[in-house]
């Protein structure tokens, strides 16, 4: 079972390089969302995010307050490592558990979409990490039309993100969006269906 990492900056096009994984049959892995369901649905994750961070992150409905852990986590980079170790083992567990369903589905191959995917760790679980990238003010661009936001909150968000290098450095392929859509999702599949034997 090929496991291919997806990331790269926001507005750079990830969504359609995971459209033309679908169209191939991949499953794909989103961790954010899987973060967020274990957020919502893990005993075992709330037990030990409760014992390093204490019960105030947990709301009146007995689930963890995400803003409370994230105000708690954000400004101390000790507690945020703590976090990422914490959750990383859970979601590496749950990927797994997805991956293990998949081959057995018979499918191709699994994508990972993260876009923390080579600084969380899960992308060392992957046979290629796949870096979008595309030039910064079209995504500025993207990000404004997508979410209705200002060019400077856009821009922000922009610069706030890894840079173009830190992804070439890191990822096994660099996808570049800055054609028109069609092409890209050209280059996209050429590249996907080098990568799933």
Known sequence: MRRIGITGPTGAG?????????RLGVHIIDADQVYHDLLEGSVSMKQALTERFGCSIVDGTGKIDRKRLGNMVFADPEALADLNTITHRFI?????????????????AVAIDAIALIESGVGETCDAVVGILAPSEVRIRRIMAREGISEEYARKRVEAQQGDDFFRAHCTHILMNEDSPEEFSARALALFQSLIP
Do not use: F, S, Y
């Open 14 to 22: 990830k969504t359609t390089a995971l459209n033309v994984l679908t």
């Open 92 to 108: 590496v567990g749950e990927i797994d558990r997805q991956a293990a369903r998949a081959e057995a589905e018979g499918r191709p």
